[in-house]
C-alpha cells in the first residue's frame, strides 16, 4: 500500500516516489514523526506557526516559511525556495510541532537556513522532478565510470538532483583529499548541469542508501537516528563483548551505533564493582581478578601462582574483603567467601532402556566379521557324507 502521498497508477501501484508498496523501507516513511497534535486545536487568538518540515530525497528534512500562508497538510508537494531556481520536496509536519523540532536541532526562524515555500507543486512541477529523479541511477553509473578512469581513490555513493534540474548534488566518500577539479569539468560536459559535490562520512553513507542489519530490522541510520555519536572500543570493553571487528563494525565499516544504547546502564552497574585491578590480601597469598560478570553481580579471583583455580565472590563480599584489608583485619582465604553454587549433575537416561550413549564409541571389527562369513559359506558347499558305518 502507498502512503498519502502517492497516487496510484496502473495495476494498483502508486506513482510518485516509485516505491511500489515498501513506503516503510524506503522514502516515503524514513525518518518520520508522528504528529500527535493534529487532532487539537488552537486556542482562540492563538495564530498556527507559519513553518513547515519538508523532506527531500533520502530522508534530508529542512525547515521552511509558509510566508505565502497557504493551506498545508502533510504529503502535500510543494515548491520552495532554492540557491537558484527551485526544489520539489513533501512536507511532513506542519502545526506546533515544528516549533518544537526546529528548538530541539537549534534552528532560528529569523535566520538565513530557513528559506520560503513559493506554492504548492504543479503537475509541471512535478513531472520534471521526476523525469530527472529517473536520471539519478543511470548517471550515477557514468559518474561512477568517469572517476574509475580518472583514477580518483573516492566512491560517488548517490545523486540528488534539484527539482528544477538547475542543479546536481554528487554525494562520495573518501579518504583522503581528492582533487576534483578535472573531474568537475567532465562532469559537466556531460550531465549538462551545475555541479555540486558533497563529501559524507561512512555513516552518512550507509544512512542514504539503507540495508538490513545483523539484527534482521532495518538500519537504524535509515529509519529514525540522526545523531551520529562517536563509538569506541570502550563501548564493547564496558560490555564484556569480545574485540571481534567482523561482530562489531557495521554496513558502514564502523563500530555498530547500537553498542552505545546500553552503555549507560552498563557504566551504573559498574559503579557497585572494585576496580578490576584492585588485589585481596588473605593469609594464603594475594589474589588477582580473572573476571567479572556484571548481570550476576559476580567477580571471579585467583592467587597469584595458582591461576587456574578461580573462586566466585559476589560484590558484596568483595567489599568486605577490602575493607577488612583496609583496616588491617586478617583474611583468611578466598575459600570462605565463595558464592555457594549447587551443583547439578546432569546424566543421560535412556527412555526406552535398550539404546547406549557408547554404542557407536567402539568400531566393529569388519575382518572378524568377514571370516565369520566365509566359513558359513565354505561349510554350506562341503558334500554331505551319507555312509553308514558297518
Known amino acids: 500500500m502507498a502512503c498519502g502521498s502517492c497516487s496510484t497508477g496502473k495495476d494498483g501501484q502508486p506513482k510518485g516516489c516509485k516505491n511500489n508498496g515498501t513506503c516503510g523501507s524506503d522514502g516515503c516513511n524514513k525518518l518520520t514523526v508522528f504528529d500527535w497534535l493534529s487532532n487539537m486545536e488552537l486556542p482562540q487568538g492563538v495564530a498556527p506557526f507559519n513553518y513547515v518540515e519538508v523532506r527531500f530525497k533520502n530522508g534530508r528534512k529542512l525547515f521552511f516559511e509558509n510566508s505565502e500562508h497557504l493551506t498545508l497538510s502533510i504529503g502535500d508537494v510543494v515548491a520552495t525556495e532554492a540557491d537558484s531556481g527551485h526544489d520539489i520536496g513533501i512536507v511532513t509536519l506542519t502545526g506546533e510541532l515544528v516549533k518544537v523540532q526546529m528548538r530541539k536541532k537549534k534552528v532560528r526562524t529569523n ?202 565472590l559476589s560484590t558484596d563480599r568483595v567489599h568486605q574483603i577490602i575493607e577488612a584489608n583496609k583496616k588491617r583485619e586478617p583474611v583468611a582465604s578466598l575459600e570462605d567467601y565463595v558464592v555457594e553454587t549447587a551443583s547439578e549433575i546432569n546424566t543421560f537416561k535412556d527412555s526406552v532402556g535398550e539404546d547406549s550413549l557408547t554404542r557407536f564409541d567402539k568400531p566393529k571389527n569388519k575382518r572378524n566379521n568377514n571370516k565369520r562369513r566365509r566359513n558359513k559359506r565354505q561349510k554350506s558347499k562341503r558334500p554331505k557324507n551319507n555312509s553308514q558305518k558297518k
Not at 580518483?152 to 540528488?160: G, N, P, R, V
Not at 548534488?169 to 555540486?196: H, M, N, P, S, W
Not at 530490522?217 to 562517536?230: I, N
Open 111 to 312: 535566520s538565513d537556513e530557513v528559506k520560503k515555500i513559493y506554492r504548492k507543486a504543479s503537475q509541471k512541477d512535478i513531472d520534471i522532478w521526476q523525469d530527472y529523479r529517473a536520471k539519478e541511477d543511470p548517471f550515477k553509473v557514468k559518474a561512477r565510470q568517469i572517476a574509475i578512469r580518472l583514477k580518483l581513490k573516492m566512491k560517488i555513493s548517490d545523486i540528488e538532483f534539484q527539482g528544477d534540474g538547475s542543479k546536481a548534488t554528487f554525494y562520495y566518500t573518501a579518504e583522503e583529499r581528492v582533487d576534483f577539479r578535472q573531474l568537475i569539468k567532465e562532469f559537466a560536459q556531460e550531465f549538462r548541469t551545475r555541479i555540486e559535490m558533497r563529501q559524507i562520512g561512512f555513516r552518512q553513507e550507509a544512512s542514504r542508501l539503507g540495508g538490513i542489519g545483523s539484527c534482521g530490522r532495518e538500519l537504524c541510520c535509515s529509519t529514525w537516528l540522526t545523531d551520529f555519536r562517536s563509538v569506541t572500543t570502550s563501548a564493547a570493553r564496558y560490555q564484556q563483548l569480545s574485540l571481534n571487528p567482523l561482530k562489531l563494525a557495521g554496513q558502514c565499516g564502523k563500530l555498530k551505533c547500537c553498542l552505545n544504547y546500553e552503555l549507560d546502564s552498563y557504566l551504573d552497574a559498574l559503579n557497585n564493582f572494585p576496580k578490576q585491578d584492585t588485589k585481596l590480601f588473605t593469609e594464603k597469598g594475594k589474589a588477582v581478578c580473572q573476571k567479572i560478570d556484571i548481570f550476576k553481580g559476580s567477580m571471579w579471583f585467583a592467587y597469584e601462582g595458582e591461576w587456574m583455580n578461580w573462586f566466585e
